[in-house]
């Protein structure tokens, strides 16, 4: 066992043979197949205590604890890639932090300092690298959350909290691969309104948007599409990803998504695609976009490609839209060339195969 200041290492006494890993990383999916160890740091007397790296198990909660009856839960998501020279790098780790306490401050939780978010991430991946994968689209998902865990049955914020930290070996998001999906635009449910909870990452936010989700099965479809509270006439994102159109305007290839609004979830992906885009030569912008501009855009031949992009799916073509009262087909079904490009260019600077001109890639070991 190991001790520092912050954290305390205390590796598993049961770690896998070879055999038995392998026989792990074979097919992980997502979300899945999970590492050997996990990071947890308490939160109590107005400070950060010292946490601990152990092995991977459950957690005891007394049935009085308050996130289970108020929802005080965020959580974030960032990944771990191999390099060709066998080193591992993490893929903007520090946005992923400085977004987790923006949602920790809008639930009313405390922050957690990013130099301490980034530590717990390094330490996990350095005791755990052999989880993670070397093929090209595959990564290490981190996950870290945090919740309140005082025992008590008051509607007040939680004097005390617990950040967890733990890691799944990742394939590709959708059981198809990358091949473009099917969505359905919900007009019954709403993800987010103007002054709630939308632009963080809280457990309620996805437990809201389980039914739309549901309905978007019953309808043939993979991913639901939310439009705005208000009027249920702007676009504002797919599932728990941001959506990207792809048109032709004046000679110029366009790459646009929703701008932010309070409403949305600023991606990291997202805000990295935008780049990417200009990289590329494209003009990126963030606008409006109606449903009725949609349909108009894809009959005239203006837009070209749609996608979905976040850190669990990268960037995913959509191939179908289904509503209620109409269909239409992007790109007769097919991935789009600009999609397949920034996707690329994406993968390529987080496997270390392209140069990483904007700082984007973390070394760990």
Same mark, same amino acid.
């Given at each position: ?49 010292? !946490?601990?790296?152990? %092995?991977? !198990?459950?957690?005891?909660? =007394? ?18 890639? !191999?390099?060709? =020279? ?10 992923? %932090? ?12 405390? =922050? ?17 690298? %052999? ?18 865990? =005082? ?19 990742? !394939?590709?998001?959708? %059981? $198809? ?27 309620? $936010? ?43 305007? $004046? ?96 993968? $390529? ?17």
């Amino acid at each position: 066992m190991t001790t520092s200041p912050t954290l305390c290492i205390s590796p598993s006494a049961n770690r896998l043979t070879q055999d038995q890993l392998a026989q792990r990383l074979l097919n992980p999916g997502f979300g899945r197949v999970f590492t050997e160890h996990m990071v947890v740091i308490p939160y109590q007397d107005d400070a950060w205590q010292q !946490g601990e790296l152990k %092995a991977y !198990g459950p957690l005891s909660l =007394d049935p009085s604890t308050s996130a289970l009856h108020y929802g005080q839960a965020i959580f974030e998501g960032f990944k771990a890639f !191999g390099q060709d =020279d066998g080193s591992i790098k993490t893929f903007r780790p520090q946005a992923n %932090a400085e977004r987790f306490n923006r949602s920790a401050r809008r639930l009313a939780m405390p =922050d957690l300092p990013v130099e301490r978010f980034i530590e717990a991430a390094d330490e996990l991946i350095r005791m755990d690298r %052999a989880w993670v994968p070397r093929n090209s689209g595959e990564s290490l998902y981190l996950r870290p959350l945090m919740f309140a865990t =005082d025992a008590f049955l008051g509607v007040r914020p939680s004097l005390s909290y617990l950040f967890v930290l733990f890691a799944s070996p990742a !394939g590709a998001y959708f %059981a $198809n691969g990358v091949h473009p999906v099917t969505v359905w635009i919900s007009e019954d449910y709403v993800r987010a309104a103007s002054g709630g909870t939308g632009e963080a990452k809280c457990a309620g $936010n996805y437990a809201a948007s389980l039914v739309a989700q549901a309905q978007a099965k019953e309808m043939g479809c993979e991913q639901v599409v939310w439009l705005d509270a208000a009027k249920r006439e702007y676009i504002e994102e797919m599932g728990g990803m941001n959506l990207f159109f792809v048109s032709r305007e $004046n000679g110029k290839t366009i790459v646009a998504t929703p701008e932010l609004s309070g409403t949305l979830l600023p991606g990291i992906t997202r805000l990295s695609v935008l780049q990417l885009a200009k990289d590329l030569g494209f003009e990126a912008v963030e606008r409006k976009l109606s449903v009725t501009q949609w349909r108009e855009e894809i009959a005239d031949g203006r837009m070209t490609e749609v996608f979905a992009c976040g850190t669990a799916a990268v960037i995913t073509p959509v191939g179908h839209v289904k509503a209620k009262g109409f269909e239409m087909q992007i790109n007769n079904g097919q991935n789009g060339e600009v999609t397949m490009a920034l996707r690329d260019a994406l993968l $390529n600077i987080q496997h270390g195969k392209a140069p990483d001109r904007h700082g984007w890639m973390h070394s760990v070991c």
